[in-house]
């Protein structure tokens, strides 16, 4: 054989061990003695391949004497001798002799090795020892003479060791004729012979790049594979157990790369282990070799975390701390630094405050507000002066406000006291969260400090908080400078409220919308953004750019601009007919923040969410959005208005003129006092002359969306079409016609396709009206759309209720198109919507909850049916509609 005395000559994996040792266990059988020394890292299968030779020795009928050193035995003299006299190859003659020493250990020796040696001469003989580092030094002056002699007779020697052993207390063995066998790390291949074929697929090159080849980690994702276990569970385990297998200072090190988890040099590793340098090199080395450290750091991240999942108590602050102090001293970054002293809960060095304080402003860069804000807490928990803590106070306002609003509203109080001691950032910080907890006041004052200031606050800066301002409150709190692009393109929006969309307000919200990251800064000034292209007809623009924007706010964790957006994207859907979809969309965002974490805002998906419902007549679920409370600050908003107007809205829907009046006219005076006119959001006189209308009383209705279209600008389509449809309801019959069509007109030019439908279905039910009275047509039940709630139908006055407007009326919740004209002077509007329902199959309960009503009322309703119409009960209902709908 090609032998060469105290080097590597073999490295294999041990899968193909078994081909190797076969041979010259088949050599031994012939009378050929070896020494065969088998090296590799902790778990590198050792173990596996003496098992393996041993059961091919059985195999040729071999005896076989087999032991395993141990580091707790290592002083028990003999011990090794004693497992080898107690296998069952050993004749018992040798056993007996040999088992009690009763003189002198090199006598022992002696004896006991010519008796093998003579065993060996007379058959082959395999003597297999695992683990030889820790061998007792008795039993290894044993197999060190054994080892001289084993070429001479038929005796093969197969002992294994760990690499560290192999160059330093091994020497005495290396330097004996041996072959020397290296196992290297399981390749893909070989690992895939393990996995069945049916299921590899990628299987074994995941597992080989996680497990770097190591047989315990390999074995361990396999199993966990087969038996449908947590993989990472299961490799988190393998590393702990492999972690356990490495004596120091092998361990110590491999920890402490894992704590530090970055490329430095060894003298860094050996500080952290608390090792020697040279210690620390040469297990690095060896570390290198098993394959799982590249240089100073794990190859996987996963083996890394596991290590260091596995740290408890004082060790772990210990190496965390050491480690923080390393990095510190050579420079590296503060986050790098800090993520240590977090992760130890100590910064006791008097440069760990400012480290923590910096790694915070650094992390929010990337967005990262939980890391921040443990940097923040645990800097408050060792800062020693006033200064200090309301600096950390200010940052963490700043810091936690995207995510948990109501956590920072504490620290407003930090930025208050700080007075003329804040910091532009501060100043931004303060006016950005004073409104949206509606402290208009605060806003205003930090607002002006901002504006007051020597050095000019930067356009982008003024621009966005003035389009916040503009979108809580309808007033921008700056005169945008015409000569700078962000301030005139602000300008050009403050307006939106007031005259709708139009191209000018649709080119600068693309603008803004392409130009402003999204932060804390510019959420209002997108949401504006996104409604100047919606109230523009660009309905498809703006849920583009709203879905985009929410994508991103999720991606990046900030809960409270996805949640704001998200309300948002409900009201673009409600504009779109789809009130449906609105609702889910609105009681989604909803969620997303409890109330206090909402503020103000709150108000913006609850009107959604209740305008949603009342436009699908799902009063009940109305009425619970109504018993959600609101800070007392939402209804001096304008998202407070809208919500007031959609309650308006609802209280019509269901009966509830006067309440409707009340809310519409509580819009009005706060208007009046905020000196705004904001039509295109909340038009109130068209609501109140809607309500009038209801109440019978057309002549003031009629004034009223008159002084709408008086005041109303050319742009504002929306509010001209508001005002158009009351005039077609509550003036001349004879214009009816005419002024609905200008009105649909209108609501199709403002891309609000619910108030489109809405004054469509009027036009509908017009023309039907004129062709029956005619004899043109037969009443005709025009085909739902099952995809598509009916929008607004609850307030839609239908003209045949119009034909006597000094009377109060009673409008029909009946789905448009419902034609019954052949019942409708037989059955008042109240009996007819109830009967509609019965005939549909719905129970009193479903009835009352739809039209809400009382169960009773039901009642009373079905039994003045039944009577009017001479039918014994409900299942006769169906077919009187058939009858009505079919005519004669």
Not at 93 to 113: K, V, W, Y
Not at 139 to 150: E, I, K
Not at 326 to 353: C, D, I, M, S
Not at 523 to 552: M, N, P, V
Request: charged residues 20%; glycine residues 8%.
């Amino acid at each position: 054989m090609n032998v060469n005395w105290g080097q590597q000559n073999r490295r294999i994996e041990p899968q193909e061990a078994g081909e190797f040792f076969e041979g010259l266990l088949i050599e031994c059988d012939a009378g050929a003695g070896e020494t065969v020394l088998v090296g590799g890292g902790p778990a590198s299968g050792k173990t596996q391949v003496q098992n393996q030779v041993v059961v091919l020795a059985k195999e040729l009928g071999i005896p076989a004497l087999t032991a395993t050193g141990a580091a707790d035995e290592r002083d028990v003299d003999g011990g090794v001798i004693d497992q080898l006299l107690a296998c069952p190859g050993m004749p018992l003659d040798l056993a007996e002799r040999f088992r009690q020493p009763g003189g002198d250990s090199a006598d022992r020796i002696t004896g006991l090795c010519g008796a093998l040696h003579r065993m060996a001469g007379e058959h082959p003989v395999l003597v297999a020892v695992d683990d030889l580092h820790h061998v007792d030094q008795i039993s290894a002056r044993l197999l060190l003479r054994l080892q001289r002699r084993a070429r001479s007779v038929a005796l093969l020697l197969v002992f294994s060791h760990d690499d560290s052993w192999y160059a330093g207390g091994g020497l005495p063995f290396a330097s004996q004729p041996h072959q020397h066998v290296q196992l290297t790390p399981l390749s893909v291949d070989a690992i895939a012979e393990l996995v069945p074929g049916e299921e590899r697929d990628r299987l074994p090159e995941h597992i080989h790049e996680l497990s770097a080849g190591n047989p315990l980690l390999v074995n361990a994702l396999i199993d966990a594979h087969r038996e449908g276990t947590d993989p990472g569970s299961a490799y988190s385990e393998g590393v702990q157990r492999l972690l356990h297998r490495y004596g120091s200072p092998l361990r110590e090190v491999a920890t402490a790369m894992a704590v530090l988890d970055t490329e430095v040099p060894a003298e860094a590793v050996a500080t952290v282990a608390g090792v020697d340098p040279v210690e620390a090199e040469t297990s690095a080395s060896l570390l290198a070799g098993s394959g799982l450290v590249a240089g100073s750091r794990f190859r996987q991240q996963p083996a890394a975390e596991a290590v260091v999942g596995g740290l408890r108590g004082s060790e772990k602050v210990r190496l965390h701390v050491r480690a923080a102090a390393v990095k510190h001293a050579r420079g590296l970054t503060a986050t790098a630094v800090a993520r240590h002293l977090v992760a130890a809960g100590e910064a006791n060095a008097e440069w760990a405050l400012p480290t923590l304080v910096d790694a915070a402003e650094q992390v929010m860069l990337d967005d990262d507000v939980e890391f921040a804000t443990r940097c923040l807490k645990l800097a408050a928990s060792v800062s020693a002066t006033p200064q200090e803590q309301q600096r950390i106070s200010q940052l963490l306002a700043k810091i936690t406000w995207r995510v948990n609003p109501a956590a920072a509203a504490p620290h407003l109080l930090a930025l208050r006291e700080a007075g003329d001691e804040l910091d532009r950032s501060d100043r931004v910080a303060l006016a950005r969260q004073s409104l949206w907890f509606g402290e208009r006041g605060a806003f205003e004052g930090a607002f002006a400090a901002l504006a007051g200031e020597d050095e000019p606050l930067d356009p982008r800066t003024a621009a966005e908080l003035g389009l916040a301002g503009h979108w809580h409150y309808g007033v921008s709190m700056t005169t945008p400078e015409t000569g700078d692009r962000w301030l005139r393109t602000a300008k050009a929006l403050f307006g939106l409220w007031r005259t709708g969309g139009n191209e000018t307000a649709s080119a600068c919200a693309e603008q803004i919308l392409q130009n402003s990251r999204l932060s804390d800064n510019s959420l209002e000034a997108l949401a504006t953004a996104i409604l100047a292209l919606a109230y523009d007809g660009k309905a498809d623009r703006a849920e583009g750019w709203c879905t985009s924007l929410s994508e991103e706010a999720e991606h990046r964790g900030a809960v409270t601009w996805q949640a704001l957006l998200d309300a948002v994207g409900a009201s673009l859907l409600l504009r779109q007919g789809d009130a449906a979809g609105a609702a889910e969309r609105a009681a989604r965002a909803v969620a997303m923040l409890d109330a206090p974490n909402w503020g103000i805002a709150i108000s913006y998906p609850l009107a959604t969410l209740l305008s949603a419902h009342t436009a699908t007549g799902g009063f009940k679920a109305a009425a619970a959005v109504l018993r959600q409370s609101l800070p007392d600050a939402a209804l001096t908003t304008l998202s407070g208005l809208r919500y007031l107007r959609a309650r308006g809205q609802f209280h019509l829907a269901t009966n509830r003129a006067l309440a409707a009046v009340g809310d519409f006219q509580q819009c009005q005076r706060m208007l009046r006092d905020w000196e705004l006119d904001v039509s295109a959001i909340v038009p109130w006189r068209t609501d109140l002359a809607e309500a009038n209308l209801r109440l019978g009383n057309p002549t003031l209705a009629v004034e009223l969306a008159q002084q709408q279209l008086a005041c109303s600008a050319p742009t504002d389509a929306y509010s001209r079409g508001s005002a158009l449809r009351i005039l077609a309801f509550a003036g001349d019959a004879a214009a009816r016609q005419g002024l609905l069509n200008r009105a649909a007109e209108a609501f199709k030019a403002s891309g609000d396709r619910l108030e489109l439908a809405r004054t469509l279905q009027g036009i509908n039910r017009l023309g039907q009206r004129a062709e029956r009275s005619h004899g043109l047509v037969k009443p005709v039940r025009l085909p739902r759309q099952a995809d598509r709630p009916t929008p607004h139908r609850h307030v839609v006055p239908r003209p045949e209720q119009l034909a006597s407007p000094a009377k109060p009326s009673t409008v029909s919740t009946v789905p448009p198109g419902s034609t019954v004209a052949g019942m409708s002077g037989v059955l008042s509007e109240a009996e007819l919507r109830v009967a509609e329902l019965a005939a549909e199959g719905r129970t009193n309960r479903q009835i009352a909850e739809t039209l809400y009503i009382t169960v009773s009322t039901v009642e009373q309703h079905l039994t003045r049916v039944y009577r009017k119409l001479g039918v014994p009960g409900r299942s006769a209902l169906a077919g009187e509609f058939a009858a009505a709908e079919g005519g004669k």
